[in-house]
Structures are given as structure tokens and as C-alpha cells.
């Protein structure tokens, strides 16, 4: 998944701690909780595709 995230938005801006703090295309920040493993749940997965614009078919290529 952060592989995914850093090819469609970019390397993240800070990590602090498990959170990557990634820059949205509307200019703002959004930190995505990245515990240990590449495994995101399906809401926070949902709601950052929302947050950044990307469609499920932008990601799926991605992976």
C-alpha cells in the first residue's frame, strides 16, 4: 500500500511515528496510519481515496 501511495502522491512529507503525512492534490495534509505491515482497513482506505481524489481503479493500478 505505501508503495501505491508513494507512486500516485509522492513520498510522504513526514512520518511521525506509524503516521505517513502525505499532501493531499488540494495542497492540505492527511496522515495515513501505516502499522508495521503494508495493510490498511477498508475505511481509512476508503476515506483517504476520498480525501485524495484517487479512484479504486487509479490504486489497483498502482499495486
Known amino acids: 500500500m505505501k508503495g501505491a501511495l508513494d507512486i500516485l502522491l509522492g513520498p510522504p512529507l513526514r512520518v511521525s511515528g506509524s503516521h ?27 476515506k483517504c481515496l476520498r480525501e485524495f481524489g ?3 481503479a487509479e490504486l489497483r ?3
Open 20 to 46: 505517513h503525512v502525505y499532501r493531499t492534490r488540494q495542497g492540505g495534509t492527511y496522515p495515513i496510519p501505516l502499522h508495521g505491515t503494508d495493510e490498511v482497513g477498508t475505511g481509512i482506505l476508503n
Open 54 to 56: 484517487i479512484t479504486p
Open 61 to 63: 493500478g498502482c499495486l
